[in-house]
């Protein structure tokens, strides 16, 4: 059973600094997508990597995903308060599969 | 843009009802999902087609049912409420397993 893992579930940024996080994955996946939510708000896609070394770029969000190491992650360039979020990250496994959801790290941006 | 509109924003009902939660997107997507989201648990499937007629059981599929009888609808139904499945319902649908999920607004079910 896939399992997708999230750490740390909530962090603390400082604006203006670089941040990293991180999302695992128990078995085998060939495809990974991230999402953020905001508070009371759905769930809006970000991110969608679908191969080994997938890397994308949206603003100050860069994805990347290493299917070896069933990682991926999600870096941040120069904090700003509009990061205030949660953000999840989903895992599956061929193209009519189920997502399996992380649960999710929440970032704060702090002046 | 996608809309996937879900029927009820807020919803509240008694043990034992038989509970029907809709869903409805408008870009012909083959694959449509249910979702829970319950604070600290994330996002867990319940059900999900992708195609019409097609079901597959999540991770939680326990006290669910669906139907899609149409491709455009996909419907979450309680057979008797618990106030366990008191929660956050997110309906998504997307085009195909390269796709993104695109998410309804939720319906916030209270069961008392």
């Known amino acids: 059973e896939l399992k997708v893992e999230q750490n740390p579930l909530f962090l603390s940024m400082q604006e203006g600094k670089n941040y990293t996080i991180y999302c695992n994955y128990s078995?085998?996946?060939?495809?990974l997508y991230w999402y953020r939510q905001d508070p009371g708000k759905s769930l809006e896609s970000l991110f969608v990597?679908?191969?080994?070394?997938a890397v994308k770029q949206e603003g100050r969000l860069m994805a990347s995903l290493d299917t070896k190491a069933r990682l991926s992650t999600l870096h941040i360039t120069a904090a700003v308060h509009d990061l205030s979020a949660t953000y999840f990250c989903?895992?599956?496994?061929?193209?009519?599969?189920?997502?399996?959801f992380g649960k999710g790290i929440t970032l704060s941006v702090r002046p | 843009d996608v809309k996937v509109t879900q029927s009820s924003r807020y919803l509240v009902k008694r043990t034992g009802e038989k509970v029907f939660l809709e869903c409805v997107q408008d870009?012909?997507?083959?694959?449509m999902f249910w979702y829970r989201q319950d604070p600290g648990l994330g996002l867990r499937l319940i059900y999900f087609?992708?195609?019409?007629?097609?079901?597959e059981k999540g991770d939680i599929p326990e006290g669910y049912s669906v139907s899609r009888e149409k491709k455009e609808r996909f419907s979450l139904i309680l057979e008797s409420a618990s106030t366990n499945q008191t929660s956050m319902y997110l309906c998504?649908?997307?085009?195909?397993?390269?796709?993104?999920?695109?998410f309804g607004n939720g319906t916030r079910l209270t069961v008392t």
């Open positions: 870009m012909d997507h083959e694959n």
């Open positions: 078995t085998t996946s060939d495809r």
């Open positions: 087609s992708y195609d019409v007629k097609m079901k």
């Open positions: 989903a895992a599956g496994t061929g193209a009519n599969s189920k997502l399996t």
């Open positions: 998504a649908s997307r085009r195909d397993g390269n796709s993104p999920l695109h």
């Open positions: 990597l679908l191969s080994n070394g």
